[in-house]
C-alpha cells in the first residue's frame, strides 16, 4: 500500500516551517533548502539522480531503458502558503517519488525517463509573483522579479545570494521542449466536487483561466437622516445590487463559471452617511477563454444597466488576466485509461485553481490528476487527504506511468 509511505512522508515533510504553531515554507528560506535535502533523499532512495536546480527546484531523474531519453515530467510544488495545510503540493511531488521507487523496486524500465520535479515556488508569497519554479524551467522566467522585495525589504536577488545561488544561473533551469514528452500532474483539489460525487480521484479538463476587474460605482453621499429615500444615489445599495446580479449571472450557468466580489469599500464609511464612493472586486473563471470572456462582458452589461438605473457613475477596469491552459486531450485520455483501469468512474472537472501547468503548458502538453480532499478545504491547516485516497491516486499515477505512450512526434 502506498498510502502509508506517502501519509508517513507528508507528515514529515510537514513538519518544516519557518514556525512551530503553523505551516509556512517560503521560496529561498532555511526551510526551503532542508526540505529540498529530504526530497533529494526521497528521491535517491527511488533510484533517482537527484540536484537542485538553478532557481531551487528539486529534480530527480529516473532513466528509461537506455540512458538520456526524452521524459515524463511529473511534480508540482513543496512551497506553501503561511498557515497552510500539508497536503497542497508535496502529494504530487512526494507521490510520484513513490511511484518511482515503486518501479525501481520491481527493476521496472520504461521507454522514455521519469523525472519528478519539486518546484521551488508556486503559491509566490515571499515575492507576489507566482509559478517562479516552472517559469524557470518552461524558459519562461521574468528576471524583472528579481527586483522585488519581500515583506522585510530583501530582494529577490539577494535573497537568491543569501541561499548561495546565483541568479545568473537561473536560465541554466529551462528545458527544451524535445526533453519533454508531457509534463502531469498530481494535486488535492481544493474543492468540494470530488468528495460530493464520492470519487477518489478526477481527471482535470484544463485550468480555468481568470479575470479579474476593479469596479467603482460614485453616487452621492449625504445625511443619512435628511436625504428621502427617493433622492438618494447610494453606491453601496447599487453595488450590493451588482454583487447579487454576479451571483445570479454565474449561478444560471452550468458549464463551470464561477464570479467572486471577494473585497469591497464603501466611502466614506459612516453608520450616518449615505455612501458616495464604492469600490469591490471581481474574480471571474471559467473553464474555456471565450465562456469567460462572454461571460465577463454579459456581467458588465448588467453591472452598467444597475449604474444608470441608479444614476450611478460607473468605472471597470481589468486589473488581471490569465489564459485557460487546457489539458491535451491524448494526455488527458491516457490519464482517465489509468483511472478506468484501477476500477474507478472517470469523472471530468475543471481546477478553479492556479497549478504548476499554466507555466509548464510553454514547454509540455499538461495533464492533471485531482485526489479528493476533506470538504474541499485547502490553504487551510484543516487540509486533509484519506490515506486511501492517497494510496488511490498513487495506484492511478503508477498505471498510468507504466502505460504511458508518447505522442509519435514528440
Ligand atoms: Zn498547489
Known amino acids: 500500500m502506498l498510502g502509508d509511505e506517502i501519509v508517513g512522508r507528508i507528515n514529515q515533510l510537514g513538519t518544516i516551517s519557518e514556525a512551530a504553531e503553523h505551516l509556512a515554507r517560503v521560496f529561498l528560506s532555511a526551510e526551503h533548502r532542508i526540505a529540498a535535502d529530504l526530497l533529494m533523499s526521497w528521491m535517491e532512495d527511488a533510484g533517482m539522480a537527484a540536484h537542485l536546480d538553478g532557481i531551487g527546484n528539486v529534480c530527480g531523474r529516473y532513466e528509461g531503458n537506455r540512458p538520456g531519453l526524452p521524459c515524463l515530467m511529473l511534480g508540482s510544488h513543496y512551497d506553501t502558503v503561511r498557515d497552510a495545510g500539508k497536503w497542497d503540493g508535496p502529494l504530487g511531488v512526494i507521490t510520484a517519488i513513490a511511484c518511482v521507487a515503486d518501479l525501481n523496486r520491481r527493476g521496472v524500465r520504461l521507454p522514455f525517463a521519469v523525472e519528478v520535479v519539486g518546484f521551488a515556488d508556486e503559491e509566490g508569497v515571499r515575492f507576489s509573483s507566482t509559478l517562479l519554479g516552472s517559469r524557470a524551467i518552461a524558459g519562461t522566467f521574468d528576471e524583472a522579479v528579481l527586483d522585488a522585495r519581500d515583506a522585510s525589504g530583501v530582494s529577490m536577488r539577494e535573497a537568491m545570494a543569501q541561499f548561495g545561488f546565483d541568479p545568473v544561473r537561473i536560465g541554466t533551469a529551462a528545458r527544451k521542449r524535445s526533453e519533454l514528452h508531457a509534463y502531469v500532474e498530481l494535486h488535492i ?222
Not at 433622492?231 to 444560471?252: M, P, S, Y
Not at 514547454?363 to 476533506?374: E, K, Q, S
Open 189 to 410: 483539489e481544493q474543492g468540494p466536487v470530488l468528495e460530493q460525487r464520492n470519487l477518489p480521484v478526477g481527471v482535470v479538463t484544463a485550468i480555468a483561466g481568470a479575470t479579474r476587474l476593479a469596479v467603482s460605482l460614485s453616487g452621492l453621499a449625504g445625511h443619512a437622516g435628511t436625504v428621502p429615500m427617493a433622492l438618494r444615489r447610494d453606491a453601496l445599495a447599487g453595488a450590493a445590487e451588482c454583487i447579487v446580479a454576479v451571483e445570479q449571472f454565474c449561478g444560471d450557468d452550468d458549464a463551470g463559471l464561477v464570479g467572486t466580489v471577494g473585497a469591497i469599500t464603501a466611502m466614506p464609511g459612516a453608520t450616518n452617511v449615505i455612501p458616495g464612493r464604492v469600490s469591490f472586486t471581481l474574480d471571474v473563471r471559467a473553464p474555456t477563454d471565450d465562456h469567460r470572456r462572454l461571460a465577463v462582458a454579459g456581467i458588465v452589461r448588467q453591472i452598467e444597466a444597475i449604474g444608470k438605473r441608479r444614476e450611478l457613475s460607473l468605472q471597470v477596469d481589468i486589473t488581471h488576466e490569465n489564459r485557460t491552459v487546457p489539458c491535451a486531450s491524448w494526455l488527458k485520455a491516457q490519464v482517465a485509461e489509468a483511472v478506468a483501469a484501477e476500477g474507478y468512474a472517470v469523472f471530468e472537472l475543471p481546477s478553479g485553481a492556479g497549478h504548476d501547468g499554466m507555466a509548464m503548458i510553454d514547454v509540455a502538453d499538461v495533464a492533471m490528476l485531482f485526489v479528493r480532499c476533506r470538504g474541499g478545504i485547502s490553504h487551510n491547516p484543516a487540509e486533509h487527504v484519506a490515506s486511501a485516497d492517497a494510496d488511490a491516486g498513487a495506484c492511478v499515477l503508477l498505471r498510468f506511468i507504466e502505460n504511458f505512450r508518447p505522442l509519435p512526434s514528440s
